[in-house]
């Protein structure tokens, strides 16, 4: 069963092209053959990964990130010592997962760590 259009989208939102779509003209090429890399080289058993391991590895670890604001101010409550670098362990275990993604897929992730650096000092780059 090929990917649905939802997934397509998730996908496309955890490689950081949410804005991509053929709509889109200068990025036209672009959406269209991310939509055909995406859809139409990865193999059935890859596709099962993606929807059955990645994408909810990648849900997972966004509740748990979102669930981690609000500890963020504490360092103790009570007996218990709240991990310091829980929030940036998160992240790495999202990055290691968008990056699984990347790979089967056979699209780069672009970089958002980049996002709001000055331009021309790796600003957008894909990674």
């Given at each position: 069963?090929?990917?649905?259009?939802?997934?397509?989208?998730?996908?496309?939102?955890?490689?950081?092209?949410?804005?991509?779509?053929?709509?889109?003209?200068?990025?036209?090429?672009?959406?269209?053959?991310?939509?055909?890399?995406?859809?139409?080289?990865?193999?059935?058993?890859?596709?099962?990964?993606?929807?059955?391991?990645?994408?909810?590895?990648?849900?997972?670890?966004?509740v748990q990130i979102?669930e981690s604001n609000?500890?963020?101010?504490?360092?103790?409550?009570?007996?218990i010592k709240i991990?310091?670098?829980?929030?940036?362990?998160?992240?790495?275990?999202?990055?290691?997962?968008?990056?699984?993604?990347?790979?089967?897929?056979?699209?780069?992730?672009?970089?958002?760590?980049?996002?709001?650096?000055?331009?021309?000092?790796?600003?957008?780059?894909?990674?």
């Open positions: 069963m090929a990917l649905s259009d939802a997934e397509i989208i998730e996908i496309r939102r955890w490689l950081g092209y949410t804005g991509l779509t053929e709509s889109a003209r200068p990025y036209f090429d672009i959406a269209t053959v991310f939509e055909r890399i995406v859809r139409e080289t990865i193999d059935p058993g890859q596709e099962t990964y993606v929807r059955d391991t990645v994408l909810p590895a990648l849900r997972r670890i966004d979102d609000c500890r963020l101010a504490a360092s103790e409550v009570d007996e991990r310091p670098d829980e929030f940036e362990a998160l992240r790495k275990r999202q990055r290691f997962w968008v990056d699984r993604l990347s790979e089967v897929v056979g699209v780069a992730a672009w970089d958002r760590r980049q996002e709001f650096g000055p331009p021309g000092h790796g600003h957008g780059e894909v990674y």
